[in-house]
């Protein structure tokens, strides 16, 4: 059973646009969530966090919110650029920080 | 420049045929992981290193053995492949503010 859920699997958004990818899990537990991003022959490279005693974090052009009360939390991406084409990875951390548990991912496409 | 480094990058080999994926990093982390990624199911983690001869199982141990007799190096070992080890497979290390991974570029394991 997935903990940690991305139910789109791809999303293709026109450049300049807004960008909105989503995660829901079901651990209540969970206290601190990461956006990784990946791109071909790569390894997953860290983008953005969020503790769970907080609602949003901003990076530049990234923003995570996080609803506990709806154990769901979201990545946008503005203005999205044809740069950020990637998959992203949603993962939680739980077991006192020693396990990052992540989910399927969403490819992302960010066309002109 | 800070890094994860593992090889091979590439690999097929044959059912039962001992191999061992190695893993390095330069920025003195503590903590060490090995992912394997498979389509549909993100990134998955196998084993976790706390420090220098701690060592516990992740989600997916099985066929699996790894060693933490330095600091640097966490290795990856196959005793006795088969076909359903067949996977993109990522160490990590972590640190950072966020306490985030930092992935190497994979290694692709085929196994015959």
């Known amino acids: 059973d997935q903990q940690v859920k991305q139910n789109s699997p791809s999303l293709s958004v026109q450049e300049g646009r807004i960008s909105i990818l989503n995660c829901d899990y079901t651990n209540s537990m969970f206290d601190y969530f990461l956006w990784y991003k990946k791109y071909p022959a790569e390894g997953p490279t860290f983008l953005i966090s969020i503790s769970s005693i907080k609602d949003k974090n901003e990076d530049g052009r990234f923003t995570v919110f996080l609803n506990k009360s709806a154990k769901h939390l979201s990545l946008h991406i503005v203005p999205s650029q044809p740069g950020d084409s990637a998959v992203y990875f949603c993962a939680a951390l739980s077991g006192g920080y020693n396990k990052l548990i992540f989910g399927a991912g969403t490819r992302l496409a960010v066309h002109p | 420049e800070a890094q994860v480094t593992q090889n091979p990058r590439y690999l097929i080999t044959v059912t039962g045929k001992k191999l061992t994926v190695t893993c390095s990093q330069n920025?003195?982390?503590?903590?060490m992981s090995w992912y394997r990624q498979d389509p549909g199911l993100g990134l998955r983690q196998i084993y976790y290193?706390?420090?220098?001869?701690?060592?516990d199982k992740g989600d997916v141990p099985e066929g699996y053995k790894v060693s933490r007799k330095e600091k640097r190096n966490f290795p990856l070992i196959l005793e006795s492949p088969s076909p359903n080890q067949t996977s993109l497979y990522f160490c990590?290390?972590?640190?950072?503010?966020?306490?985030?991974?930092?992935f190497g570029e994979g290694s692709r394991l085929t196994v015959l």
């Open positions: 290193s706390m420090n220098v001869e701690v060592t």
């Open positions: 920025m003195n982390h503590e903590y």
């Open positions: 990590a290390s972590r640190g950072g503010a966020a306490g985030e991974l930092f």
